[in-house]
């Protein structure tokens, strides 16, 4: 049966309701489910003001064209999305007998929007499209440890783990874009001859879709209707340090004084974790951190911003355990002993899902770090990390993991964002090592977790930040040299040290961070202690020679400042990320849409990062239509070219748009 409203296309078939309509300018939501009723909640997507449509009936069936956007559902049920020249976008995968009016038309019996019964539950759900064209390109998705900025021809896990982040909206280079609505463990893959969908536990199909002329269009629109960062705060465009682990309050402020006495540029400093007696006392372990309120202002006097890492674990004999597991604060387990990570204890996570423990986790906070001084935070373990990704054996107050368990992240950064927002805080900015769909709008800066210290490694975050920023994530960065390992007096690591040093002069923010070896003797016996600090992980721990590089990226990223306040503002007004593909910026250039090695900075700079170990020189593609000067020698190239740009160690590849 297909119903015709004023702004939306219902068909019902058997048990199946599904709607059609408008949803921001250029887009459609298209929902269905096998419930009594159309689930209400919105996830990721924000309320939006009612477009004017068309929507009619055709002679097989029923279309709604909002814009540039048409779509059609058949008589059968079948969905085909058109732009505004009649081109065929997007047609669902459905090989049966039920719609005669399908060319398609097959006894194979294979359905588009597959609802199939978990035994006494919800839905496993897969929606499947065609793949229409073997040129297509997609870019989007998230952040996964692979070197593939394409998306085409992957198959990838819709959950999130330490260094993965699932956030499910992809853009094509034909013309649409699609936010996979929902926030359930599942699946996507983009075959050549199906592109699909899973959700392993739901009640409801849910996307969105729109179709834009270019990729910023795309990328504009989605950020309408799944919200945008705040503006960075000043203390966001220069250079931080950080470390696994400062041990002491001394310590801390021993590298914060050298920094300032060597004249380096520096706008934060982090206090990592294990600062803390228990996980889930969420304040500092007076034995080592005596006074941080004399701290924060010794900090302040400098020009200096202090970060300190708050974990959601909460460890069984923390002081707030008892009342948070009376409360239901707590995350369940369906079975076996009530843990979620066994690192450093057993602890089971805070259920952020639950508006209560939000409420309880940030006056905790308030009053612990807040009141004193601090105004951003380290969101770690915000995936949540599971000691086993065990996603069917946990439960939250909003349901259970498999149904909405990738919606963490998101809730997470809001129990923090909607704390400090009361306090009058403007220009929220805290850094997760995950997030979904949404978590921008609440100040989410998000890096790629604890990767490794190789170039392997290296060459995947460059390929995970730029997808993380097309999915609508503009605040991305990652752990300068990477996390796990690295020794500063082995010269192999001195190189991949500075080639990513000078990458991260042009990440949306400069962080450097690590757990260097040789692992240091544990300093006290109480408290955190047992968690051991990484070896020494300033510019200075490198030597001379990796120091002046250092320094000169350092200063460069100060003297970029403005110019990064004003990218950062596009970010804000726009939702256009900080870092972008080539075609993005230059999209009717067609070899731009086939490089994954470089990218620009804001409109202005082109970087091209040094990947590979022992390199001195690296081809450079300049996009057409500019005229491009290399930032260390002068140089002017005309676009449209490729050029072999010098390499050496002290200098990575960077062209200015002139």
């Known amino acids: 049966m297909l119903k015709i409203e004023e702004k939306k296309i219902r068909y019902h078939y058997d048990a199946e309701e599904l709607w059609i309509e408008a949803w921001g300018e250029n887009a459609l939501r298209i929902r269905a489910t096998k419930n009594s009723k159309m689930p209400e909640e919105n996830w990721a997507l924000l309320d939006q003001e009612p477009q004017e449509v068309i929507v009619r009936k055709t002679d097989r069936g029923a279309e709604l064209i909002n814009g540039k956007i048409r779509a059609h559902i058949s008589v059968g049920g079948k969905i085909t999305i058109y732009d505004k020249n009649g081109k065929l976008l997007l047609e669902e995968y459905w090989r049966n007998r039920k719609d005669i009016t399908d060319d398609k038309c097959s006894a194979i019996e294979v359905e588009a929007r597959e609802f199939r019964p978990n035994v006494g539950g919800d839905y496993k759900l897969t929606m499947r499209f065609e793949s229409l064209d073997k040129e297509e390109k997609i870019y989007g998705m998230g952040q996964y440890q692979q070197p593939f900025l394409d998306l085409k021809g992957l198959d990838l896990e819709l959950a999130h783990r330490n260094s993965q982040a699932s956030v499910p909206f992809m853009l094509s280079s ?144 923390s002081e707030n355990f008892a009342e948070m597991l009376e409360k239901g604060y707590l995350t369940r387990t369906e079975r076996g002993f009530r843990v979620g990570l066994d690192f450093e204890g057993s602890t089971i996570h805070c259920d952020v899902t639950n508006p209560d423990a939000r409420e309880y986790l940030w006056s905790k906070v308030k009053k612990n770090y807040y009141e004193k001084g601090i105004k951003v935070f380290w969101l770690d373990e915000a995936e949540p990390e599971y ?154 721990s490198y030597g001379e020679e990796v120091y002046i590089i250092c320094k000169k990226y350092m200063e460069l990223r100060e003297k970029m400042r403005e110019y990064t306040r004003k990218t950062m503002l596009q970010a804000h007004e726009d939702g256009t990320p900080v870092m972008r593909t080539l075609f993005y910026g230059y999209p009717d250039d067609t070899l731009c849409w086939n490089i994954e090695d470089e990218y620009l900075y804001g409109d202005d700079y082109l970087v091209a990062p040094v990947l590979y170990e022992g390199v001195k020189s690296r081809r450079v593609y300049l996009p057409s239509g500019e005229k491009w000067e290399e930032i260390e020698t002068q140089e002017i190239y005309e676009g449209g070219q490729w050029i072999e740009a010098d390499a050496p160690i002290e200098s990575m590849p960077v062209f200015k748009r002139v």
């Open 387 to 540: 000691t086993a990704y065990d996603f069917d054996n946990y439960r939250y107050y909003l349901g259970t993991d498999l149904e909405i368990g990738n919606i963490y992240p998101l809730e997470y950064a809001r129990t923090f964002y909607e704390g400090m927002e009361e306090e009058q805080q403007k220009n929220i900015v805290n850094l997760l090592r995950c997030a979904w769909a949404g978590s921008q709008k609440y100040g989410a800066l998000v890096w790629s977790g604890d990767i490794a210290s190789s170039f392997d490694s290296m060459r995947n975050q460059l390929a995970a930040g730029l997808n993380m920023g097309i999915a609508g994530i503009p605040w991305w960065t990652t752990d300068i040299g990477g996390f796990h390992g690295g020794d500063p007096n082995d010269p192999k690591f001195r190189e991949l040290f500075v080639r990513w040093f000078q990458w991260g002069a042009f990440c949306p923010v400069m962080r450097l961070h690590g757990d260097r070896e040789p692992r240091q003797p544990q300093y006290g016996t109480t408290g955190g202690a047992h968690c051991c600090s990484g070896a020494a992980n300033e510019v200075w």
């Open 174 to 317: 034909l013309g649409y874009g699609i936010l996979w609505n929902n926030p359930a463990v599942g699946r996507a893959v983009f075959g050549k001859n199906i592109m699909s969908f899973e959700a392993y536990s739901t009640k409801v199909l849910d996307y969105w879709i729109v179709v834009e002329d270019t990729p910023a269009g795309i990328e504009e629109a989605y950020a309408n209707v799944t919200g945008k960062v705040p503006m960075m705060p000043e203390y966001g465009l220069g250079f931080w340090q950080c470390k696994l682990r400062y041990q002491t309050q001394e310590e801390l402020l021993s590298v914060a004084r050298e920094y300032k006495r060597l004249g380096l540029p520096i706008d934060l400093i982090v206090i990592d974790f294990f600062h803390w007696p228990k996980q889930g006392d969420w304040r500092f372990d007076p034995v080592y951190w005596p006074d941080p309120d004399g701290m924060v202002a010794e900090l302040k006097e400098m020009g200096i911003e202090l970060m300190v890492s708050i974990w959601p674990t909460v460890d069984r004999e």
